[in-house]
């Protein structure tokens, strides 16, 4: 069973659009997070919840919204892509704390 | 800004050698210094931690070495082998951002037969 899934796995759009990238945990974890993976493999948090309610927002632009609707389940809504959404974006959970995040396998959004 | 700094780049080590990367930090509020292990196509999976109150931490082949006076840390893979060859990344947090995760840049290492 896979523990932090994300779907789609790839994701193909035109600039302009809106889409969503879905996340579920079956961990029993309290705390959910997205990263970003740019082109450089580079990973920068996005968002951080804990238990339903937002804890961390790291200068992300606002048409990224983030909805936790319980503690297993974390999407990400996109709005007005542009070229620079480009990335694999990954979804992470844990006990909260310093406890171990498990990631999900991403998933890759490609900007036309 | 970059918060952790990692390196190398990229390292090529023979199979039965040491990879050693390197990363350093600026926060001293920082209390977590995990380092996970991403293969392509995959999420980035935990490989070890360490907290500063330890110099240094082992498991099996992987051992992490910790310097809280000079703000620095490492990760040595002893016995190296061609399934070590993936991306390293380090990383660094503190309750003030919720234990999310400040990455390094990463290592692409490279085991040769």
């Known amino acids: 069973d896979t523990a932090v899934s994300q779907t789609p796995k790839y994701l193909v759009t035109q600039m302009g659009n809106d889409k969503s990238i879905k996340c579920e945990q079956n961990l029993g974890h309290d705390t959910m997070y997205w990263y970003k993976q740019d082109s450089k493999k580079f990973l920068k948090i996005m968002f951080s919840y804990n238990n339903k309610e937002l804890i961390i927002n790291e200068t992300v632009p606002n048409r990224f919204s983030p909805k936790s609707p319980d503690k297993a389940h974390l999407n990400l809504h996109i709005n007005s892509l542009e070229l620079g959404d480009s990335a694999v974006y990954f979804c992470?959970?844990?006990?909260?704390?310093?406890?171990?995040?498990?990631f999900g396998d991403g998933t890759r959004l490609s900007i036309l | 800004q970059q918060q952790v700094k990692q390196s190398p780049q990229s390292l090529i080590v023979q199979k039965g050698g040491i990879s050693i990367i390197n990363c350093a930090y600026e926060?001293?509020?920082?209390?977590?210094f995990p380092w996970y292990q991403q293969f392509p196509g995959k999420g980035p999976a935990l490989l070890i931690a360490i907290r500063p109150d330890v110099s240094e931490k082992k498991e099996g082949r992987f051992t992490i070495s910790f310097n809280k006076s000079a703000k620095q840390f490492s990760l040595h893979i002893m016995d190296s082998q061609p399934g070590d060859s993936a991306t390293y990344f380090c990383?660094?947090?503190?309750?003030?951002?919720?234990?999310?995760?400040?990455f390094g840049k990463g290592t692409s290492l490279l085991v040769t037969p």
């Open positions: 926060n001293t509020a920082f209390d977590y």
């Open positions: 992470a959970s844990s006990l909260g704390g310093s406890k171990p995040q498990h």
């Open positions: 990383a660094a947090s503190n309750s003030n951002s919720g234990y999310a995760l400040n």
